[in-house]
């Protein structure tokens, strides 16, 4: 193979061995990576190379670590920490009376980051000795640096000085984990490719809270189908499940309530009449403070709006207009405040919230910009436009966020035809957009090379 480019099946041999659906928007990037892992071993022969795949876990780490954005830390995506925090757990807590354990999953745990931040979650809420917190990863390397429990400052860069002093011994440059803690997780190897789900022999069932986060969104369709009923038969009646911004929606492939908030889309797996104590009835929304929850939502086209109505489909679009036309003078400030009343009344338009996102990043408020957006992705995954400028307002906090963003910008208009107006930008096509998407991603790399130089 040496001199001649790394075919894509290989590519694609390769990452179903390590548990990992291979979008077609990836397979090019995920080829390079695997040929440099290849170089790097010295190993040309792909037959070879597939051999040891299977005997060699050192080599499987590199190819996981090459092909996966391995980019975690304490506290990462706060919001979600704040809403299991103040809604999730007094809940869980509500519906244990009898004083019987609360079973937390971190899926794809990586080096640890997430699961020992529920742990100081939990013990900052008085429920440590109550929970019962499991973690999993597909790479073992990484797993081993969980069991460590030691890291580096940038790992703690979302962290409060309070908590980092209460919860870890410092020393060079390092913070280890205080040994508490450390024993309220405990980690083991999951392939979530290749696993069948629940499994009661090794304690996967019957969770009440299980965080997968970053992780669906690097499994094909039809691998999320499946791991989505998984997921919903690993949860305990009433038990919740939250995913990154990134993911796929998995609304349409369990029965889920599921609700759109601040923090992004949560699910439910509802609790079965008669079984739940008094006072715990509440479903998504009345527990979280929002509106109206969404169930059953039907797949949206694929480059396309979704199909799903307003009450009133005139009045709505009479609002979006004149949100739009006041965006385009450069009335930033009118749009901004137009959009956030027309939100309230249609919380679920993805228009809506795009607009909104739009505007606030053209007054510099990317922050703002970039949690509207992420409810546009969260309503509607596919709809390229949201995610093209998700990625732009993250170029510079969440470069690694940022360039996610793109590749599924790439994905989507590659899987249509270059011609085709892109939905909520209609100036451009998906051919367009896809070459825009590839120049940002040559600019993200491009930079992270020249910072390690």
Known sequence: MTGHALPSKLADEVACRVGIGLPAS??????????????????????????????????????????????????????????????ILPELRLRRP??????????????????????????????????????????????????????????????DRKLKDRYFTS???RFRLNERLRRQVGFAHLNLGAVELPAPERGLADFDLILC????????????????????ACLADGGWLLTAPTDPPLWKYAPFETSITSA????????????????????????????????????????????????????????????????????????????????QSHPLSAELHFLQGLSQMADGQTDAAAAALRRVVYLDARLAAAQFFLGVCLTHSDPQASQRAFENVLQFCLSRPPRERVA?????????????????????????????L
Not at 296 to 319: L, N, Q, W, Y
């Open 213 to 232: 986060r970053n992780v669906l969104v690097y499994l094909d369709a039809s691998t999320v189908r499946r791991i989505a009923r998984q997921l919903f």
């Open 424 to 452: 909520l930008m209609s100036e451009a096509t998906a051919g367009d957009l896809a070459e825009r998407a590839r120049r940002e991603i040559g600019k993200i790399q491009r930079g992270r090379g020249s910072k390690r």
């Open 264 to 343: 992004g889309v949560v699910y439910r797996r509802m609790i079965a009449h008669g079984d739940a104590p008094r006072g715990s009835t509440a479903g998504v929304a009345s527990i979280l403070g929002h509106k109206k929850p969404v169930a059953h939502v039907s797949p949206p086209r694929a480059c396309g709006m979704d199909e799903r109505k307003t009450p009133d489909d005139k009045a709505f679009k009479a609002i979006a207009r004149q949100i739009r036309w006041r965006y385009e003078l450069g009335e930033t400030r009118e749009a901004q405040r137009l959009a956030a009343q027309a939100v």
């Open 171 to 173: 020393g060079e440059g």
């Open 98 to 159: 009898d004083g019987s354990l609360v079973r937390i999953w971190s899926v794809g745990c990586a080096t640890g980051e997430e699961p020992y931040s529920l742990a100081i979650l939990c013990d900052e809420e008085g429920l440590l000795q109550d929970v019962r917190i499991s973690a999993a990863d597909v790479s073992r390397r990484a797993l081993a640096t969980a069991k460590a429990a030691e890291y580096g400052e940038w790992s703690l860069r979302n962290t």
């Open 26 to 87: 990836r397979k090019d990037v995920v080829a390079s990576a695997i040929g440099r892992v290849m170089a790097r071993r010295g190993i040309d022969d792909s037959s070879l190379f597939l051999h040891r795949l299977g005997l060699d876990q050192d080599l499987t780490d590199d190819v996981i670590a090459a092909i996966t954005v391995g980019e975690t830390h304490f506290f990462r995506d706060p919001d979600q920490f704040q809403l299991i925090s103040q809604a």
